[in-house]
Structures are given as structure tokens and as C-alpha cells.
């Protein structure tokens, strides 16, 4: 029975045979991916712990490689303040020149000089004390200087004057001295002679305008020099002038030659006495308001990015232009006047010159036609080449722009206290 029930159903066993084998195989296949993937997986884990391993470590260079990244950082800081030196200290120069003629170091000089300020500061007057120092303590911080005080002082002044429009003599030079080391600039404390040296200031402003005969429609550059000033604000009005009187000679300066060249000032004006701190950085703003032909305003811009050579940072935050007269209407108008007066010029000779034949008047097509060969010979008359103004240009020969500054003069102050 069982032969002949295999014998039936041969087809059907077969099938399930064949079914049994491949679900096996499946399987097996499925195990083996199984176990790919598993493998797979913990390599990955591997290399993430790897890598996150790596990540954690810090890596030191080498020791050549320490060497010059140290020769590099030190060169670094040297260009660094050599840059930041120009940065509000027009003076610089100056002071070098003052410590050559001694010769001594500058750095060592103001350090020096630092430390005897620190230590008598409220001991006594300003005044007396840079007189102590001169006087006794210089000739012990430096036994071997080789020029006296004086002569140091005299070749200052001279280096101080290519920097300012101050007259600078014996009776101000100490306190420009003061300033440039950074100890500020305070007159004695005496609010009379501060007024004294903001009228000076303005009236040699106003010269310096007159002689590079640019026009100055402002003439107080933002300072009341009417009353005294505020003890409080004496080295702060003292330093406003000084940035003040460069910013105003730099823009008349821009103009170069007086027969070509257009400009007038016709706004000056600061934020405050006080600048805008940023680290050891301080920004101080002016806003002032120009007209003059475009190749001036380009050269104002100009001058204030050259200031630098001078050690002096301008940061042009904000210009505005605006044209102020458009010659094109008023050219457009006096042409379409001379047109009408040669029109009726023409009409005026045709009628006498009929009248004077006696003949009837011509038709109006004709007379047209006659009214502009008249007005081309007369144009032709008028603007010929041998006129002397043939071929000239008109529009936007001398067009002025009214040009709005926003400048920031930035100071880096580094000096000891």
C-alpha cells in the first residue's frame, strides 16, 4: 500500500522534496548573512571607538616643528606691534628721535619714566614732577646718556612740528612730550590757558583753510573756545584738537590745485570728547560734510588711508554722495531760447525782404522750409570751429557732490601709567 500510495502521489513527494531542500538552503543562507552582518556591525563599533579615541588625543608636534612654531610666534608679535604702533601715535617718530640723540632705549626710557610718574602721582604737580625727572632722576636711570636733556628736547621739537599745525616752542613742548608718552596733556591744570590753546588751534585752522583756499563755512570745527572749559575736560579737549587739526588739514589738503579744483567745508562736528572703548583700542568719530568736484572727494578718501605712513588710522565707516546741480535742463533751455530767437530772427528778414520787393508773402511751406537753412547757417556761424568754445564739453564738466563723511580715528594705547 505504502509502494502504491508513493506511486500515486510520486509527483506530489517529489515537490515536497524539492520544497524541504530549497527552505534548508534558505535558511542556511540566512544564517550566513546573519553572521556577516553581525561581523560587520562589531568592526563598525571597532572603528567609531577608534576614531572617537583618536579625536580625544592631542597630538604634540614634533621638536623641530616646536622650534619654529615658537621662532614664528615670536616674529608674529613683533609685526603685531609694530602694526598697532600706528595707531594713534603720530608722535612716535619724534620720541625715537629724542632717545637716539640721548642714546638710550625708548622702551626702557618710557618704562623708566613710567614707574617715577606711578610713584609720584599725588605726591606732586604734574609740572613738578616731569621737572624732578629731568632734572635728577633721568641722569640715574640712564648714567651713560650721551647728549644732554636739552638738545634731546630741541630735536624732538623738531620731529613733533612735521606732525602738527601747533606751533610747537619751550612753552608747550613738555606738554606734547607728556602726551606722546602717554601721560596726556592738561596745560598746568589751568582751564585760561586751555581756552588760550583752543583759540590758537582754530585760528590756525582757519589760516590753514585760507592759505590752501579751500572754503570753510564752519570755523569753530565743533569746540566753544567763548568760555573756559571744565578742569575735567582739559587733556580730553586737548586730545579732540590734536585729531581734529590733522582730520581738517588732510581734507584741505585734498585740494591741489586752486584754478581746477573745487571744496568747501561745510560741516564739522564730533561724537563727544570721549571715544568708544574696544579692548585696548579707542575710537573716536567725526562726521564732516564737503563739496567739491569728484577727483577732490576721491582724494580726501585717499589722504585718509595714506594717514598710516604717519601713524595715524582713519576707518571711513560711512560716505554719502549727492549731486548737487544737474546743468542739463538749463543747457536744454537755452537752446530752445536761441532756436525761437533765430526762428523769429529769420521770419523778421523774409517779411522786410518781401516788403522791399513788393511781392506778396510766401506761402507758409516755403517760408518754413527758409526758416531752417537761416537757422542752420546761423547755428553753423555760432558754433563753428573756429569758436573758441567748438567742441567743448557742457554736461557734467564741473559737477559738485555733496559728499557726508562718517570717520573713526582709532588710538591703541599701550603705554604705561
Not at 19 to 32: E, F, T, W
Not at 95 to 108: C, R
Not at 299 to 315: M, P, T
Request: proline share 2%.
Amino acid at each position: 500500500m505504502n509502494t502504491k500510495f508513493i506511486k500515486k502521489n510520486i509527483f506530489m513527494l517529489i515537490f515536497m522534496i524539492m520544497s524541504l531542500v530549497i527552505v534548508i538552503a534558505l535558511v542556511i543562507m540566512v544564517l550566513s548573512g546573519h553572521g556577516s552582518m553581525k561581523k560587520y556591525d562589531s568592526k563598525k563599533t571597532e572603528l567609531l571607538k577608534r576614531i572617537n579615541e583618536i579625536v580625544k588625543l592631542k597630538y604634540t608636534p614634533v621638536t623641530v616643528n616646536i622650534t619654529r612654531i615658537e621662532s614664528d610666534t615670536i616674529g608674529y608679535k613683533k609685526e603685531i606691534k609694530k602694526i598697532q604702533s600706528k595707531f594713534g601715535h603720530p608722535y612716535a617718530w619724534a620720541l625715537e628721535s629724542f632717545a637716539d640723540k640721548l642714546g638710550i632705549n625708548l622702551n626702557e626710557f618710557k618704562a623708566k619714566f613710567g614707574e617715577f610718574w606711578k610713584s609720584q602721582k599725588g605726591l606732586a604737580t604734574r609740572d613738578l614732577i616731569f621737572r624732578r625727572y629731568k632734572v635728577r632722576q633721568f641722569s640715574e636711570d640712564f648714567p651713560k646718556y650721551k647728549s644732554n636733556w636739552d638738545r634731546a628736547m630741541s630735536t624732538f621739537m623738531q620731529e613733533a612740528q612735521k606732525a602738527t599745525l601747533e606751533k610747537i616752542s619751550s612753552t608747550n613742548v613738555d606738554g606734547i612730550f607728556l602726551a606722546a608718552t602717554g601721560k596726556g596733556r592738561r596745560f598746568s591744570d589751568d582751564p585760561g590757558r586751555c581756552q588760550t590753546f583752543m583759540q590758537r588751534m582754530r585760528f590756525n585752522m582757519i589760516d590753514y583753510f585760507a592759505d590752501k583756499k579751500v572754503l570753510c563755512a564752519t570755523t569753530d570745527f565743533s569746540f566753544d573756545d567763548s568760555k573756559e572749559p571744565l578742569d575735567g575736560d582739559i587733556e580730553r579737549i586737548a586730545r579732540a584738537w590734536e585729531i581734529v587739526s590733522d582730520l581738517g588739514k588732510r581734507i584741505a589738503d585734498s585740494k591741489v590745485d586752486p584754478k581746477k579744483d573745487i571744496l568747501t567745508l561745510l560741516s564739522f562736528s564730533k561724537r563727544g570728547l570721549d571715544g568708544e572703548v574696544d579692548g585696548a583700542y579707542t575710537l573716536y568719530r567725526f562726521n564732516f560734510t564737503v563739496n567739491g568736484d569728484l577727483n577732490t572727494i576721491r582724494r580726501i578718501v585717499q589722504k585718509l588711508y595714506e594717514a598710516y605712513k604717519e601713524n595715524r588710522v582713519y576707518a571711513l565707516r560711512n560716505i554719502k554722495l549727492t549731486r548737487n546741480v544737474d546743468n542739463v535742463e538749463k543747457i536744454l533751455e537755452d537752446s530752445d531760447k536761441i532756436k525761437e530767437e533765430l526762428a523769429y530772427d529769420a521770419g523778421a528778414k523774409e517779411d522786410k525782404a518781401s516788403k522791399d520787393r513788393g511781392k506778396a508773402r510766401k506761402p507758409k511751406d516755403t517760408l518754413a522750409v527758409l526758416k531752417k537753412k537761416i537757422i542752420k547757417k546761423e547755428v553753423k556761424k555760432i558754433l563753428g570751429p573756429k569758436d573758441r568754445g567748438y567742441a567743448k564739453v557742457i554736461v557734467g564738466k564741473r559737477n559738485i557732490i555733496n559728499a557726508e563723511f562718517e570717520v573713526d580715528y582709532i588710538v591703541f594705547d599701550n603705554s604705561p601709567k
